[in-house]
């Protein structure tokens, strides 16, 4: 038999279903919904191998609707035309019989792609499940996004991972007829990245290599089955995370050679380029900031430039934009004085707004005085009148401290030559 583990065991019942029970648990989100077949155009947005696909199955196993599935990674607008008019054919508008049309990794789809959807869910020809392991704000249109709900599956945790190996063990007949002990886990949810479905088809791999049907599950053992390479650069588990955390902080560390071999790693692993290129127009702005603005304009062109373009092109934009970024000035004080002023926020409540900076657009509101001793700055020297822009409890509180770099040392000389000693720095 060639159909892997994670296939043979996928659960065809809520009750069967491990996991996310803020959706299909007893009182979960979804759970009403499912039961009785009133569905919404959905995107299910999580990690890989979390049950994305396993939950659209049930959804439509649970309805009895008729199921359709494209991969974006191998269906154009014509394929989705071709599924539009079969589920027309297949269901009446507005009926709760709609066909359900899945779409996997729907990030993938292109702008037209997405559009080529639109009136067939506002039309209710079909109702949508897409699924995607990033954030459907940036990578699904808005009309289409406003037109489904997002229900955010989270990552297994260990006892969830453990139990998909249990339930294997217990439910796949192959497994069924070797003897397993399941002494140690670690190794194997350690390279399966919280990913089930890579968890159960290693799982298998390593029962597969034994000789013996009795067989001890340990880490040594998993690790001596396992090929180290497969898991250099997971770009879903935990080198993920490992390798972006390295770029940035060579990034930060004004090394463009640490900076472009982490950005080899990620592009060798098949990393997402938006991904790269966001991760990199936050740190343009958190590391590098006002000692040089330039550095998010070129980020943000970047993040543009390799959307357009994609690989392998797009490794040339990334590289110029990383050794841009790590030669760069270093600031971090436009960060820090966010996050002081949002703390301050925090502790101090929602403080009144004075009186001269009010806005005054009625007639009563401007006899109560707001806006009423507002000193407009471009009527004075320099633009620059000696007000107060903070709440009378704050008044004063340094938020904004500069780098120390050319540039913001020029900021520094600025504020100090309009405020004088007024804010301490």
Not at 137 to 166: H, M, T, W
Not at 236 to 257: C, L, M, W
Not at 383 to 394: C, K, T, W
Request: aromatic letters at 8%.
């Amino acid at each position: 038999m060639n159909e892997p583990l994670a296939e043979r065991v996928r659960p065809k019942t809520l009750d069967e279903y491990i996991s996310q029970h803020h959706l299909v648990g007893e009182k979960g989100s979804l759970t009403n919904q499912i039961k009785k077949g009133i569905i919404p155009s959905l995107i299910l947005w999580g990690p890989p191998g979390t049950g994305k696909t396993t939950l659209a199955n049930i959804i439509a196993e649970q309805s009895k609707r008729p199921f359709y599935v494209l991969s974006a990674i191998n269906s154009g607008v014509k394929d989705i035309r071709e599924v539009i008019d079969k589920a027309k054919q297949a269901g009446g508008l507005f009926t709760a019989k709609n066909p359900i049309l899945f779409i996997d990794e729907i990030h993938r789809f292109s702008k037209s792609q997405q559009d080529s959807l639109l009136a067939a869910v506002e039309k209710g020809w079909v109702t949508l499940i897409g699924a995607t392991t990033e954030n459907p704000s940036f990578e699904v249109i808005p009309a289409l996004l406003s037109r489904c709900q997002v229900y955010i599956l989270n990552a297994f945790g260990k006892a969830d991972l453990e139990n998909l190996i249990k339930r294997a063990i217990e439910k796949d007949s192959l497994l069924r007829s070797k003897t397993i002990e399941l002494k140690e886990t670690e190794a194997l949810l350690r390279i399966s990245g919280g990913d089930g479905r890579k968890l159960l088809n290693v799982f298998e791999l390593v029962v597969n290599s034994e000789e013996s049907d009795t067989i001890v599950i340990t880490d040594e053992l998993v690790l001596s089955k396992v090929q180290k390479n497969t898991v250099l650069y997971d770009k879903t588990g935990e080198q993920h995370y490992d390798i972006v955390s390295a770029f940035i902080k060579s990034i930060r560390g004004s090394d463009p050679n640490g900076a472009v071999y982490w950005l080899a790693r990620m592009i060798e692993g098949g990393e997402d380029v938006k991904f790269i290129a966001r991760r990199m127009l936050i740190s343009a702005s958190e590391d590098i900031g006002l000692a040089n603005p330039t550095a998010l304009v070129m980020a943000n062109t970047t993040f543009q430039a390799v959307t357009s373009i994609g690989y392998p092109e797009a490794r040339i934009v990334l590289s110029q934009c990383a050794i841009y970024l790590a030669t760069s000035a270093k600031s971090n004080a436009s960060y820090m004085a966010i996050g002081k002023a949002q703390q301050a926020v925090k502790q101090t409540g929602n403080l009144t707004v004075p009186l001269p900076l009010r806005n005054a657009p009625t007639k009563l509101m401007k006899d109560l005085g707001y806006g009423q001793e507002y000193k407009y700055a471009h009527d004075y020297q320099n633009n620059f009148v000696d007000a107060e822009f903070l709440p009378d409890e704050i008044k004063g509180t340094t938020f904004y401290k500069p780098g120390n770099n050319a540039r913001e040392k020029a900021l520094s000389d600025f504020i100090k030559n309009r405020w004088k000693s007024k804010y301490d720095f």
